[in-house]
C-alpha cells in the first residue's frame, strides 16, 4: 500500500512545513485520514474517525499560524487517541460493548494539553477491552493486527496505538499502561513507548482499571518523538527537555546501566535475548558501564500485580460483573469466574510492594537505569493463549506481562525502544529509571537508537 511520503517523514521535519506555511494542517489532516481508513482495513487500528471535527480543528490550527501564534512542534500534527480516554461530549467506547454508546461530559486532562499544543485528534484507536488485557483481540471492535504480520497480535491493551503509528496511521499516541499496555504493543509493533513516573501524565478524564497501578504514557516511532510529546502532556510547569523534548546528542559519559540477571534475563526467547544483548555490547563499545544488580523481591511481582490488578479491577467493574456478565468478552468472563483474590492476598501484596519499591531505589543509589528485555517472546499469533519461548508453549499473561508488572508496582518510569526483528517481527529493550528521571532514560533511549543504526 503507497503510503503518502510525507507521513513518513520525522515529526520535526513536518512541524517545520507547518510552521513555514509549506504545508498546511489541513492539507497533512485530509492526507492521514484518507490514508488511515485505507490502512485500517488491514490493521484495525481505528474503533472510529472524528472526520469532520478534525478537519475544523485542522483549519484553526492554520488561522492561528497565520496570525503568528505557532504554538511548537505539535501544532497542527494529526493524530488519534486511545479509546478509554474521554473527549467531552463524543463517544468514548473502552472498547467494550457496555460502554459502546457513553458520551462523557467531561475531557480527560490530557486531552486539554493535546489541544492546547495544537493537536488534531483524528479518531479513537482501538483497543483491549476496558485496557483489561494484553493482546487488544476485542470481541466486540476485533482484533488489532500486527503491521509486520496480520496474523500476530499487537500487544495490548494500546495495541491499536501501537499499530496506526507503525503505519503512518498517527504521529504518536496517547495510551495507558496498568501491566505493560504503552510497552508490549510498542515492543510488538517496533515503535518507542514510555510509561513515565505514576501521575507524571494526569489520570484524570481517563477510565481506570487498577488505581495503584494505572499509569497513562506516550508512544511515537522514535525516542525523539516520544520525548516531545510527554513534553506537552506531562503534569509540570516546564517542560524537561530543551527544544520541545527533540533531543541533541546525548552525554553519555559516566553513565552506569544496572543489568539483573536473575529475573530480567531468566527464561527468554534465544532470539529476543541475542538482540538486547547485542545492544548491550554496542553502548559498551560507547563507553557505557554495566553492572551487575539483585533485587529479591522482583521474584513475587506477579504474586503483587494479580492480586492488585485483580481486587481492584473488580471493584471497578462490580455491578456490570454482576448485572451483565454476558456483555463482557470471554476473557474478562474467565478472570471473573476464578473470583475476587481473598483481601488477605491483596494486604499482603500491598506490604510486598513496599519492600519492592525500596529494593528500586537502593538499585538507583548506584546506576542511572536498569536494561531488560520488553518482552521474552515474539507476537503470537491473534487468538492463541501461549507464547513461544525456544520452542516451548507456555501462559501468554504469565510471560508477556512478566517484565512489565514492576514498573506498574513501583510506578517507575519505563521506556521500551526498537532493538531489532527476529523472525520479520520487532523486538524491544526496556530502560527502567528511578522516579523522574524520564530525561535520562530518554537520553539512553536515543543512545540505543543511534547505537543500532
Known sequence: MQTDKTLQLPLSAVA???????????????KMIDHARRVNDRTNAYISFREEEAMKEAEQADELIQKGEYRG??????????????????????GSKIHQDFIPDEEAEVVGKLKEAGVV??????L????????????????????????????????GSAAAIATDASFGCVGTDTAGSVRIPASCCGIAGLKPTQDAISRKGVFPL????????VMAKSVDEVAALFDIVASKAEPQNSGGGMFSAPDRDGWTIGINEDYYFHYLDDQVEE????????????????????????????????????????????????????????????LYQMGVPPKTDYEKAKKIAQRLRAEFRAVFLGVDALITPTLPCLPPDIGSPTVTINGKEEDLNDHIMRFMFPGNITGLPSLSVPC??????????????????????????KQVEVSLK
Open 16 to 30: 517545520e512545513k507547518i510552521k513555514s506555511g509549506e504545508l498546511t494542517s489541513a492539507e497533512l489532516t485530509r
Open 73 to 94: 512542534v505539535f501544532h497542527g500534527i494529526p493524530m488519534g487517541i486511545k479509546d478509554n480516554i474521554y473527549l467531552k461530549g463524543e463517544v468514548t467506547t473502552m
Open 121 to 126: 485528534i483524528i479518531g479513537k484507536h482501538n
Open 128 to 159: 483491549h477491552e476496558y485496557a483489561w488485557g494484553v493482546t487488544n483481540d476485542n470481541p466486540h471492535f476485533g482484533p488489532a493486527r500486527n503491521p509486520w504480520n496480520p496474523s500476530k497480535i499487537t500487544g495490548g491493551s494500546s495495541g
Open 210 to 217: 487498577s488505581h495503584s497501578l494505572d499509569h497513562v504514557g
Open 275 to 334: 538482540l538486547v544483548r547485542q545492544a548491550i555490547e554496542k553502548l559498551k563499545d560507547q563507553g557505557v558501564n554495566f553492572v551487575p544488580v539483585e533485587i529479591p523481591t522482583l521474584e513475587q511481582v506477579a504474586f503483587i500485580g494479580y492480586n492488585t490488578i485483580l481486587t481492584e479491577s473488580f471493584g471497578i467493574h462490580d455491578e456490570n460483573l454482576k448485572e451483565r456478565l454476558e456483555d463482557f468478552g470471554p476473557d474478562i468472563q474467565a
Open 420 to 445: 531489532g526483528k527476529a523472525d520479520g517481527l520487532p523486538v524491544g529493550l526496556q530502560l527502567i529509571g528511578a522516579a523522574n528521571t524520564e530525561s535520562k532514560i530518554l537520553e539512553i533511549g
